[in-house]
Every structure is written in structure tokens, then in C-alpha cells.
């Protein structure tokens, strides 16, 4: 046996150990694998059900998504339903982004989800950012009128416990609710999150996070940049024909 | 010339029963006398971040365990062959292996648990009490005891993190598991869930009084300077 303290011994050892390791590693990701990928579809069921109010336990969640869904479409960026096979589900939004900055901006597509509680319409929009430490994601759940926030539900990666991570909070997204994303006269102005906190009346804002202000303008940046990708479906299929954004 | 043979005297080597007194002592001794965060005061800051609630806290223990157990098992069983410049590095690999395993295994069978539990799972890494037990025992031990002591420190943590999170959670938040125990009338009264519970200068408190309570009742373990 050699010395096993000598340099030769020494490298082989942590070469060896390091192969070892990776080995096993590589296997454990690889056999559950599935299961994690089940609990992520099913979280993300459970997150566009909880933008329009329906908690939900995982193991109800995809037959409550299923009941409420009407129908998952796909958007190309004029607005149109695009020519695709992709299910809206299966559309990875980090993806997608990625496209606009590869310079591929038309071949984009943009997830719908219209879905029916209680006899009303909904218009599920998901969205995705990025935070102080990791990206940030969520749904926003538009009314019928394409225009007022019924509910949303938002997520992140690793935001910093107590202040960015609060995004996820009731709390946080019930601020949300009954905010208007286009203003009188038919502009389309989104709703920030307002360092210093929002006036009571103001339809276009909600309070930030005390502590966790990079992460609350993510959030303003992630729902401009994204709802405004929507504005010319809006435009197209606003039924309600005294909403602004159909006298734009 | 009388040729003497001396007889030395045979060491039989009697293997020590799985569960001696000796070996009992590895488990017990880490709950109470020599436990890891009141005693050896090692592993404050997962205590204090995750014990704001029960369920965590016992997911974060039972994940120790786990890790402690077995790093301390791998180290002892190649403890012969580690070339001692990179022994910690060694330790790391192994401590961290074993804590991505623990956390992939948690993401795939209890997600809800794992993303409360979020970054602490990974910092498991960084607790002072694996790499202490590691340096301090299991490198200087068997492997079966080194496995019982690895169980016994895991399980003093887990003791400690279950103490102070049902009191933060009893009083920050009225429940215990999730379940109400604070009844509705109370809050009518006028009671308030106490605020500072859920932040984690609570938790040191707790562990700090914890640590007033074994040391009134065993005076050996106060210190002398």
C-alpha cells in the first residue's frame, strides 16, 4: 500500500472519491427525477388555481384545474393563436424569453389559460422575472374585461426569507385584486409595486416589501414586460365594447 | 542453555455487543449532557432560522440525523486511507453528497415540506455539528459507534429545534402541527399572537433559557474560567 501521504496516493484518492461521487449523485437525480417533476406540474396546477382564489391540496390539484379550465391557448406575438403543437401548459417561459434576446422574437409563444368559476370568465397570464437573487414567476388572473386583476398568485427561486421571499404571501398578492392594468384613457400602465407604498386610490399600485425593494421591482418589471406581450389579444377579442382598451 | 519459552499472554478480542452500556451512552449522552446545542453549543443558526414552525423544525432534524449518521459511518469506515492533507476536504465531499441526496429525496417525496424547509436544507452543509463530530469522533472511531454517535448528536439537535419551535409556534402563531390550539375566544379577549416569536432573536432566547434550565439542574456542566 503506498504511502498515503504521498502526492501520488493523495490524487489518486480524490480523483477516485470525486467519481464516486458524482456517480452516485448523477443516479439519485436521475431515478426521482419523475417524482420531482410531478410535484413541480402539480404546484404549478395548484398556482394558477390559487390566482383566482381556489386553494388547493396537491392531490386534488389536477382535477380542480381540470374542472375549472375552459381553455389553455397559445399566443404568437401579434396576438393571434399561433400555429402550434406546444401544449400552453408545456410552454417554459424562461424559454421563451430567451428567445427574444437570441434575437428570434416572432417565433415567441405566449400561454393563455381561460378558465370558468362560477359562470365568470377568467384570463390566466403567467409570468416570469427576475428577483434580487434568482428568478421570479407567477400568474396574474384577469377579469372578464381583460382589464381588472381578480386575483394572482406569484413564486421565486431563492429570495431572501422575511423580505423578498414575502411575494408568496397572501398578504402580499391580495393587493393585487380589483387593480386595473389599463388606465382611463385606454394606455396600458400595469400595476407597480411603489417603494414607500401606494396612495389608497391608486389603481395602478400596490405597497412593496420594507427590505426588499429589488425584489418588489422585480415584480413591476416581470408584469410590465410580460402583459404587455398580451395587449394585442386583448385589443383583438375585448368583447365589452366601452372597455378602454377597445376605444384605443 | 534451557530454552524458556515465554508465553505472552493471548489478547482475545472480545467484540463489544451492538448495544453496551457504552454504546447506549453515544445515543443518550448527546441528549441531554453533552448536547450539541445547549452544551457543545454547536448548530445555532439552523435552530434559530427554521423552528418558527413544528413541522420544519422536525423535517430539519429527522434530515441531520440522516446526514450525521451517516458521514459519520463513510469517514469511519475510510478513516485509515484519507490522506491527511486534504482530510477535511474529504469530509466536506462526503457531508455534501450525502445533503444532496437528502435534499433530492425530499424534493421528490415531501415538496411542500422541502420548499419551506427551502435554502436550509443545503446549509445542512455548513452545520457545525457534522463537521465537528466528524473531526472529533468519527475520525478517531469504528465505524458502528461512529454511526451511534453520528444518531446521538443528530437526535440532541432534533430535541432542542422541537423545544423551541412549539414554543414559537404555540405563541407566535396559536398552533401546534398546524393545528389551533389557541381557542378563538382568547383572540376575542383581547390576546395577540406575539410577534417577536416568529422572529429569530426568539429562538435564542428560548435556547438560552433552555440552557439556564440544564445547567440549574446539572451544576457540572457550568463552566469555570
Known sequence: MADKNSNKYTLIYASVLVVIVAVLLAFAAIQLGPYQEQNVKLEKMQDILSSIGVESEAKEAEKLFNEYSQEQIVLNNKGEVAKTDVKAFDIDLKKEQDKTKNGKDDERLFPMYIFNKDGEKYYIIPVRGKGLWGPIWGYVALEGDMNTVYGTSFDHKGETPGLGAEINTAEFQQQFVGKTIFDETGNFVSVRVIKGGASPNDLHGVDAISGGTVTSNGVTEMLQSTLKNYIPYFKSNSQLKDTPIANQ | ?225
Not at chain 2, 83 to 108: G, H, K, Y
Not at chain 2, 158 to 174: C, D, H, K, T, Y
Open chain 2, 1 to 225: 542453555m534451557s530454552t524458556e519459552t515465554v508465553k505472552t499472554p493471548v489478547k482475545i478480542k472480545v467484540s463489544e455487543p451492538l448495544f453496551s452500556p457504552k454504546n447506549k451512552k453515544l445515543i443518550t449522552d448527546p441528549l441531554n449532557d453533552s448536547n450539541p446545542i445547549t452544551v457543545q453549543i454547536l448548530g445555532i443558526c439552523s435552530a434559530l432560522a427554521v423552528t418558527v414552525k413544528m413541522e420544519p423544525s422536525i423535517v430539519m432534524a429527522l434530515a441531520v440525523v440522516v446526514v450525521c449518521a451517516f458521514s459519520n459511518l463513510v469517514i469511519s469506515l475510510i478513516r485509515n486511507s484519507i490522506p491527511n492533507r486534504i482530510r477535511i476536504i474529504v469530509q466536506l465531499t462526503v457531508v455534501a453528497a450525502l445533503v444532496i441526496l437528502v435534499d433530492e429525496v425530499l424534493q421528490a417525496f415531501v415538496y411542500d415540506v422541502s420548499k419551506q424547509l427551502s435554502v436550509f436544507v443545503g446549509l445542512i452543509i455548513t452545520n457545525c455539528i457534522i463537521m465537528g463530530r466528524l473531526e472529533a469522533f468519527a475520525m478517531a472511531s469504528k465505524p458502528w459507534p461512529a454511526f451511534l454517535d453520528g444518531i446521538g448528536n443528530g437526535l440532541g439537535y432534533g430535541l432542542i429545534l422541537v423545544i423551541v419551535s412549539a414554543v414559537r409556534e404555540l405563541f407566535g402563531s396559536g398552533q401546534l402541527m398546524g393545528f389551533q390550539v389557541v381557542p378563538e375566544s382568547f383572540y376575542k379577549m383581547g390576546y395577540f399572537n406575539n410577534g417577536l416569536a416568529i422572529l429569530p432573536p426568539m429562538a435564542l432566547i428560548v435556547v438560552g433559557v433552555i440552557i439556564w434550565i440544564q445547567r440549574s439542574r446539572n451544576t457540572k456542566l457550568i463552566e469555570t474560567n
